[in-house]
């Protein structure tokens, strides 16, 4: 699957969460929900998962069969065990 993201949300997210979102190339997803939390312009989704033996939280949207990173982080334990059956 191809992966962009926009290189000053890549800056922004490296300065809030101190992560790249190149990264998401590593991610391992177990699990993605529909994020239906705000009326975003196109449908969002939360997928959780590891890169390297540790819990990630990935924002990103579908554009066709593009997946377009919005935000990654290290995700919280207890968000982790809650999503991730």
Same mark, same amino acid.
């Given at each position: 699957?191809?992966?962009?993201?926009?290189?000053?949300?890549?800056?922004? =997210?490296?300065?809030?969460?101190?992560?790249?979102?190149?990264?998401?190339?590593?991610?391992?997803?177990?699990?993605?929900?529909?994020?239906?939390? @705000?009326?975003?312009?196109?449908?969002?989704?939360?997928? @959780?998962?590891?890169? =390297?033996?540790?819990?990630?939280?990935?924002?990103?949207?579908?554009?066709?069969?593009?997946?377009?990173?919005?935000?990654?982080?290290?995700?919280?334990?207890?968000? @982790?065990?809650?999503?991730?059956?």
């Amino acid at each position: 699957m191809e992966i962009e993201y926009d290189p000053a949300k890549d800056a922004a =997210n490296i300065a809030k969460h101190g992560v790249s979102l190149a990264l998401v190339a590593d991610l391992e997803i177990l699990t993605a929900e529909e994020d239906r939390r @705000f009326p975003y312009p196109e449908p969002r989704w939360r997928g @959780f998962g590891l890169i =390297n033996g540790l819990p990630y939280c990935l924002a990103y949207t579908m554009r066709g069969p593009v997946m377009r990173a919005i935000s990654l982080r290290r995700a919280h334990i207890q968000e @982790f065990r809650r999503y991730v059956p």
